[in-house]
């Protein structure tokens, strides 16, 4: 089967339906198709344990936008969820962008749709946008400058105190930088539904019993879960500070997959996923395990599903992005 033949072959699911031999070396394959295609995997923390071991690349959405920005790579195979595709297309129109699934959504992107968010907009023609990364290129280009959560702090002191804000997609996010900055930026009201359902009471009830762990949690969550937290930061600064702090037991809510490179990095500690208000395993993002290696080898072999984007479109959405990575150079961030 070529290129062309598979493009049919992506299903109403959004992925390649096609059987492998099931005892194909994944990893050799992979390794074999970089090399052969000049291609580069860019995974996010919240991948597959698989997935996070065969990238090139692993990082939160800020590492993961500079590296797109740098690579020389003819080929993008993505694995993350759309958005994070989408941005490495608007930073590399020239290069082939691939995700494993195309399903891969974002319920915090979902939660803006851009026609709702333009008539908001326009009712705060005083306001500029500052919009969390996690969101669709259409509302990056309706976005003055883009932020992740390592490096919002850092852009909103880069304002003036009196410049009128509006900040989107997330609310939480939004809430814990006004209550940090002491800002009074006006939120839209979306959210993450894997950061949205931890439970306070049963993260109490677990402290109780781990007595001397840790709290870390993403500033994505609602704020009665970070008002238990001992530490709040981005994936990166969570992996970070659970490596680097003198404690040897975290209980950590954010979504499952970064434990991985928790337990890789400090074998000896214990980290404790934060339960959340059911006994479903909400704390995993179902767009986030949609992909898997299977799919990460299918998409690289057939180069589809592709991520295509109008430039007119591109143009507007890599404005504020290549805002924020000025920003963020400016301010040590990044190099």
């Known amino acids: 089967m070529n290129i062309v033949e598979a493009k049919d072959k992506i299903d109403e699911r959004g992925f ?24 580069i995997v860019l995974a996010h923390y919240y991948q597959e344990p698989d997935i996070q ?30 958005f994070m595709a989408e941005t490495a297309k608007i930073l590399n129109p020239s290069r082939k962008v691939v995700l494993p699934d195309l399903k891969a959504g974002c319920s915090l992107a979902d ?7 333009q008539a908001f907009k326009e009712k705060h023609r005083d306001h500029i946008v500052i919009s ?31 410049q009128e804000i509006i900040f989107a997609p997330d609310k939480n996010l939004g809430g814990f930088l006004n209550k940090k900055t002491g800002r009074n930026m006006l939120l839209w009201n979306g959210a993450c539904m894997v950061h949205e359902i931890f439970s306070m009471e049963k993260i ?6 781990h007595p001397n762990a840790k709290v870390i949690a993403h500033p994505e969550c609602e704020e009665p879960v970070l008002r238990l937290a001992d530490f709040i930061g981005s994936t990166t600064q969570l992996l970070k500070y659970a490596v680097t702090d003198s404690n040897n037991e975290f209980i950590v809510a954010t979504e499952t997959g970064i434990l991985h490179q928790m337990q890789k990095e400090a ?17 995993d993002c179902p767009y986030m395990k949609l992909n898997t290696l299977e799919k990460l080898y299918l998409c690289m072999e057939y180069e589809t599903p592709e991520i295509i984007m ?26």
């Open 16 to 39: 390649l339906d096609i059987d492998l031999d099931v005892n194909m070396d994944l990893f050799a394959e992979i390794e074999r198709l970089k090399k052969e295609k000049n291609a």
């Open 53 to 82: 071991d065969v990238a090139d690349f692993l990082g939160d959405s800020l590492g993961l936008a500079q590296k797109a920005q740098t690579t020389k790579a003819d080929m993008i195979v993505f694995a993350g969820v759309h």
């Open 111 to 117: 939660s803006a749709p851009a026609a709702q968010f």
């Open 132 to 162: 969390y990364i996690n969101c669709t290129a259409d509302i990056k280009a309706l976005s003055d400058i883009i932020c992740t959560s390592s490096n919002a702090e850092a852009i909103l002191n880069s304002l003036p105190k009196d």
């Open 204 to 209: 109490t009830r677990l402290k109780v019993r």
């Open 267 to 283: 074998p000896h500690k214990t980290f404790i996923p934060a339960p959340p208000t059911n006994s479903c395993a909400c704390n």
């Open 310 to 335: 109008d430039e007119q479109l591109r143009l507007a959405a890599k404005k504020p992005i290549e805002r924020m990575l000025e920003i963020s150079r400016k301010a040590g961030l990044i190099g």
